[in-house]
């Protein structure tokens, strides 16, 4: 394998780094970090630009201030909701309708999350990286300009030998001419979790994941929650299981309008009456709401960077082009990378950008020659019922083998923890997908049920080694777990023999 070549413009000229990173999130900290552990001059340039709304945040990125982190926590509170409800019948003498205060809720996620603001700082200096809380655009290949967001901004002028962006993304909000009043009255994930007030009757705009996770809690908690989806739900997975999703919402609450595209926002008496085209009817539809989020995509933070005035190729969205130099993350110009959301058709995860990050810095700084490896990247969509899988969907896998070249094994299954309370599992399902190789090499893998991430982690590491079918059926499980169901699937779809499983 040939090198990547990393040697900038070969110019001897001393920088004042070996590297800067524009970017404070997972990515650019751990490439920031990693780099700083390998004896270099690092520098981090990390500015948060307030939202429509004037929310802004700390170091950390997404992840830590508005994304993973947060939804977390209150997909727990909401978890814990539900497990109250559930312990009357393990014989808790609890109340009957347990009530959740939004604002001590809120107030202890954002404490968290400050408290890793601060660690992510500490670990910096810690290291002797220099943390800037800066705008940066680039001047050249190699020289940085940052100034502050003021009326009367300083510029300052830092160069180095490498950089790294890794800005990631913000939500993405209609455009005014097709949804007028938007921008007004609706807020977005950088928002949600900065809401002083109780939500109340709420609207998410959106088929991702994160519209789904959001209408997911805020249903727990007990606020009447309306999901409104141009055509289907979580529409770059596996569509099988995104119906178990959707399905397993509705049972618990939340509301789903499909084929429907909003029209108009306006205010009406302090409430957000939104006004939507039914596709589904033909007809047009409007309702009051408290609060309006929007989730419909989020754009790439490379706008008034520079870029593409050094030489930086991007895409019409604005996301950079890696692969250059015979390397994933090197840009079109040699010492300039990309790591993260920023990065052209790679997953938008938080440890795939992490991951990437220190795997850089160490190809940039320390002759390693380990690529970012992409695929069976696995994940998890924190609803209701939790949905986790790793490598293809059903459908890649019959656009890549053929209906005839894979074989899938699936089930239906009961978690022990729902027999007792009685809560329907009509939605928890496995399926294993498999080519049609002597011992069935295993290409994708999906569960919704408890705890599906735990689930789903070793699974992962195992399917990166090359786990068939064959010695998945051969490993022993552990019982009574719901992962146990995963290495005693048998049953293939194609038999047509029902898959539900019986018996403990």
């Known amino acids: 394998m040939q090198k990547p070549k990393h040697d900038g413009n070969g110019s001897s000229v001393k920088r004042d780094y070996d590297l800067i990173v524009i970017g404070g999130g997972s990515g650019g900290l751990a490439c920031a970090k990693e780099a700083a552990d390998l004896g270099k001059r690092v520098a981090v340039m990390d500015y948060v630009a307030p939202s429509p709304k004037g929310n802004s945040w700390g170091l950390g990125g997404t992840c830590v201030n508005v994304g993973c982190i947060p939804k977390k926590l209150m997909h727990q509170a909401s978890l814990l909701g539900e497990y109250i409800k559930q312990a009357k019948s393990f014989g808790w003498n609890v109340p009957d309708n347990p009530i959740i205060s939004w604002n001590k809720l809120t107030d202890s996620v954002r404490d968290h999350v400050k408290s890793l603001n ?3 700082r500490v ?45 990631g993304m913000r939500p993405r909000y209609p455009l ?16 949600i979790f900065w809401l002083r007030n109780p939500p109340g009757k709420t609207l998410c705009i959106g088929a991702s994941y994160v519209a789904l996770e959001f209408a997911g809690f805020l249903t727990g908690f ?32 939340t509301e789903f309008l499909l084929q429907c595209v909003p029209t108009r926002m306006e205010d009406v008496e302090g409430r957000v009456k939104v006004t939507w085209n039914d596709a589904k009817e033909g007809k ?27 030489g930086v190729r991007m895409d019409d969205a604005g996301f950079i082009i890696g692969g250059h130099n015979n390397d994933h993350e090197c840009s079109s110009v040699s010492n300039i990378y990309a790591i993260g959301d920023v990065l052209k058709d790679r997953p938008e995860l938080t440890p795939v950008a992490t991951k990437a ?41 019959i656009a890549r083998y053929g209906a005839d070249g894979i074989e899938v094994y699936h089930a239906f299954f009961k978690p022990l923890e729902y027999t007792v309370p009685g809560k329907k599992a009509d939605n928890c399902y496995i399926k294993v997908i498999t080519d049609h190789s002597p011992n069935g090499q295993i290409v994708g893998m999906h569960y919704t049920g408890p705890n599906a991430g735990e689930v789903m982690q070793g699974f992962a590491a195992a399917l990166r080694c ?12 552990i019982h009574p777990t719901c992962a146990e169901e995963v290495v005693k699937l048998h049953i293939t779809k194609r038999s047509g023999i029902d898959p539900t499983v019986t018996g403990c």
Do not use: C
């Not at 655009?137 to 300052?156: A, G, I, Q």
């Not at 090359?466 to 499980?477: N, R």
């Open 284 to 310: 047009q539809n409007s309702d009051l709401f408290d609060t309006v989020i929007v989730a419909i995509g989020r754009n790439a933070s490379t706008q008034n960077m520079g870029l593409e005035a050094v």
């Open 123 to 167: 670990k910096l200096r810690e290291k002797h990286v220099d943390y800037h809380n800066l705008i940066g655009t680039l001047r050249d290949r190699n020289t940085v300009v940052t100034y502050t967001k003021t009326d009367r901004p300083e510029e300052k002028v830092f160069t180095a030998d490498h950089i790294v962006i890794a800005t």
């Open 222 to 253: 007990g606020f009447e929650t309306k999901v409104m989806v141009r055509s289907a739900p979580l529409g770059r997975f596996d569509q099988q299981m995104a119906g178990f999703v959707m399905n397993a919402m509705k049972e618990h609450g």
């Open 176 to 191: 005014e001419s097709e949804v007028p009043g938007t921008l007004r009255h609706a807020i977005t994930s950088d928002d």
């Open 357 to 397: 990050g220190k795997l850089l810095a160490r190809r940039i700084f320390n002759q390693s020659l380990e690529q970012m490896d992409y695929e069976m990247v696995p994940t998890t969509v924190f609803t209701p019922l939790e949905y986790s899988f790793v490598g293809l969907s059903e459908e890649a896998a």
């Open 118 to 120: 601060w660690g992510h």
């Open 466 to 477: 090359g786990l068939t079918k064959q010695i998945l059926t051969s490993t022993v499980g």
